[in-house]
């Protein structure tokens, strides 16, 4: 037996005004291109990554395995067609040389400069070179799902958790049920459907109602047996995009009867709810105000608005200055994203004081923001290569590689700068830069829910800032030209 595996992730902001070349996917990588063959067998084996759960798969199957590629980039602007073109390529000519199986390690959310669904574009090429091979696909808890995708597909799961720590279980799932069916045991068939809800990323969290029991379900479902396999989809909202919204997707073994049954019930449900899927925002001074009665610490400041993992840029600076001019000390900041602040700091050099212009580099045409920087004075305390290895349940076992990275100490804070964007989500993006977060009182990051896998075990307490950024959970400051009207909670009156 020959399977074709290929990862393709990115998760696309259509408001970020960050590029998303070829680059993008092979941060660190030798030849500046996403790794395959034997070299991505090497670098994902033993991670909690859903390729490695692929691989382990086929290695226990016996099978043949052809890497075709495997890369993923950050959350940013659209994927640059040549990017895509790069990874379609490479996945069509390994199933054109033949294969008896193909096992995806996708996104769900993805959006090039020319497809409003990457994943589904992708899909379409692959089906259409083999009708009748079997295609397992593994998905990011925010997809947002199209019917091109489930047209193409002979199996498909989603992630269960957010943050997400259970990648490798969840391209465990389809892989399972795709080698039964190779095997001729089961008959997968799709069901799927959708609700019109733009649900808000922090009110998502399968851990927390109102999504808990909705997931808890869908997993029980799966797990009695009841189904093969089923998927809850939040979807992603940042994304101007016609197939947006919220989705399930079941697997049935040939009959759907049950299968359509639990899907709708879980539909039902979650319309039913739709006004708790609504985060409100709290002004940033009023954060601030309440993070300054609390005792002790770490108490984490968690910058929601300009998330890397939503496709921010890192750089927006109203929080920093808040922080600032709220008299916060005992902090460690960042990481921020200023490639010309690293430099300057790397050519002053461990113990030079200096003062930056620091981020603000960027500005964001689609919210008219334009970026604007702070001024402060510290030591540079530490240089990095801006390496770690993940010890979170998150992405577990794969090497951050955030560039070369400095810290400034200001004094009130310690500010970790890097060169490349990287969110905060294991305590390693601290550690590796001699920084001890558990040691601090407040520790300003910016992220949503993923700090949850490194952060929250540490956390005292935990505030959430609404600052600026094109992954503000104000929905209004966006202008929606594409999406399906009508939306909830864009149009909040609306009806089915």
């Known amino acids: 037996m020959r399977v074709v595996i290929a990862r393709l992730q990115h998760e696309t902001n259509t408001f970020s005004p960050v590029p998303t070349p070829i680059q993008s996917f092979a941060i660190g990588e030798p030849g500046g291109e996403p790794v395959r063959g034997r070299a991505a067998i090497e670098k994902y084996t033993g991670t909690n990554m859903g390729i490695a759960a692929y ?3 086929a290695h226990q199957a016996g099978a043949e395995i052809d890497v075709a590629v495997a890369g993923n980039a950050a959350p940013s602007g659209p994927v640059a067609d040549a990017a895509f073109e790069h990874f379609a390529s490479a996945v069509c000519a390994a199933v054109k040389r033949g294969c008896d199986a193909v096992l995806l390690d996708l996104h769900g959310a993805m959006v090039t400069e020319s497809h409003d669904d990457g994943e589904g574009e992708l899909l379409r090429r692959v089906r259409a070179l083999a009708p009748d091979v079997p295609i397992a696909v593994s998905l990011d808890f925010h997809t947002n799902m199209s019917r091109t995708m489930i047209e193409a597909a002979t199996v498909m799961t989603g992630y269960c958790t957010y ?3 259970d990648m490798y279980e969840t391209a465990a799932r389809a892989g399972r049920t795709l080698l039964r069916a190779l095997k001729g045991e089961v008959k997968p068939k799709i069901v799927w459907g959708k609700r019109p809800m733009l649900t808000h990323t922090l009110r998502q969290s399968p851990s927390l109602q109102p999504m808990k029991d909705i997931m808890d379900k869908s997993m029980d479902a799966e797990r009695s047996g009841a189904v093969l396999n089923a998927s809850v989809f939040g979807g992603f ?10 989705t399930t997707v079941i697997v049935a073994d040939g009959n759907t009867k049950a299968a359509e049954a ?10 039913q709810r739709r006004a708790d899927f609504v985060y409100e925002v709290e002004p940033l001074d009023r954060s601030f105000a309440h993070a300054k009665t609390l005792d002790g610490g770490p108490i984490i400041l968690v910058d929601h608005g300009d998330n890397v993992f939503s496709g921010g840029t890192e750089d927006v600076m109203e929080t920093v200055e808040a922080a ?3 008299g916060l000390a005992d902090m460690a900041v960042g990481p921020i994203w200023d490639p010309r602040s690293v430099q300057e700091m790397v050519k002053a050099g461990i113990g030079a004081r200096v003062t930056l212009k620091l981020g603000g580099k960027t500005s964001m045409p689609a919210l008219g923001l334009q970026g604007r920087p702070i001024e402060v004075t510290g030591t540079v305390r530490r240089i990095t290569d801006g390496r770690y290895k993940v010890t979170a349940p998150m992405n577990t076992g794969l090497t ?9 100490d ?5 500010i970790l700068v890097c060169s490349e964007r990287m969110e905060a989500f294991d305590l390693g993006v601290f550690r590796h830069a001699g920084i001890e977060p558990t040691a601090k009182r407040y520790l300003l990051i910016k992220s949503r829910q993923h700090f949850r896998a490194g952060f929250e075990p540490i956390a005292k307490h935990i505030v959430l800032l609404s600052g600026p950024g094109v992954t503000s959970s104000d929905y209004s400051l966006f202008k929606w030209n594409r999406i399906p009207r009508p939306l909830y909670p864009i149009d909040k009156d609306m009806a089915l």
Request: avoid cysteine; aromatic fraction near 6%; hydrophobic fraction near 50%.
């Open 262 to 271: 639990l899907s709708n019930e879980l539909l039902d449900t979650a319309w």
């Open 400 to 408: 951050m590689n955030h560039g070369v990275s400095a810290v400034l």
């Open 55 to 57: 691989i382990d798969l």
């Open 324 to 326: 600032f001019r709220h």
């Open 237 to 246: 909202p940042m994304a101007d995009i016609p197939h947006v919204g919220f």
């Open 410 to 414: 200001t004094g009130a804070a310690e």
């Open 163 to 165: 943050p997400h720590i």
